[in-house]
């Protein structure tokens, strides 16, 4: 089964990109957009990065006056789907094609990083080791999961379909935050059955 979504996810990230939104709406029955706006609220500072921004929905949402936008994805697809809505909009985010394990920025770079709905890089440690990097001090990554808020068989049928993980997931990502010298915080926001799980990893501020 885990070889089955690895194989479907891959092609939803390249050959079939231009179908990403539209699968994403379907599972969550219309609410995923909703979901990834869950990180707004936690966002601070005026340098932002949105790392793995998919089809580019997220990052007008980010950009306001003050805000200095930047956005770095690996799939060359869902950088032409971006371009292609960043143009609808006519809106300008600067964005770069790279990997959250080596990302190409300087140290401190940022005050806020935005992961939402990652792939399974956000369980290295590297990469958080990365966002500690180039985080400012006081600075925070806000991860965007969603967590099954009730219970029942097939309810939990159903989601472990949609958002498979293993046993060890949660603890792997506390084990890669902690590694990373990062404070972790958990807010489960919003309401219905299946709700957004924000994850707020700071970095130490500078005494």
Not at 130 to 148: D, S, T
Request: charged share 25%; aromatic share 8%; with cysteine.
């Amino acid at each position: 089964m885990r070889l089955i979504y690895q194989f479907l996810y891959r092609l939803l990230y390249n050959e079939m990109a231009w179908a990403y939104d539209a699968v994403s709406w379907t599972v969550s029955l219309g609410r995923w957009d909703d979901w990834r706006r869950a990180a707004l609220p936690y966002v601070r500072g005026n340098r932002i990065l949105e790392i793995g921004f998919g089809t580019g929905a997220l990052l007008p949402a980010l950009q306001t006056e003050e805000r200095r936008v930047i956005g770095i994805e690996p799939s060359a697809a869902m950088q032409r789907l971006s371009s292609a809505r960043l143009r609808r909009l006519a809106k300008t985010v600067p964005r770069v094609q790279g990997t959250a394990q080596h990302l190409p920025f300087a140290d401190a770079s940022f005050d806020t990083i935005v992961s939402a709905f990652p792939a399974p890089y956000i369980l290295e440690q590297r990469t958080h080791q990365e966002f500690e990097r180039c985080l400012r001090p006081g600075g925070r990554a806000v991860i965007v999961e969603v967590v099954l808020a009730e219970s029942g068989l097939l309810l939990k049928l159903l989601y472990n379909m949609v958002f498979p993980s293993s046993p060890d997931t949660s603890k792997r990502l506390e084990t890669a935050v902690q590694a990373a010298g990062l404070n972790r915080e958990e807010h489960v926001v919003g309401d219905g059955r299946v709700r957004p799980l924000v994850i707020v990893a700071e970095k130490m501020a500078a005494e």
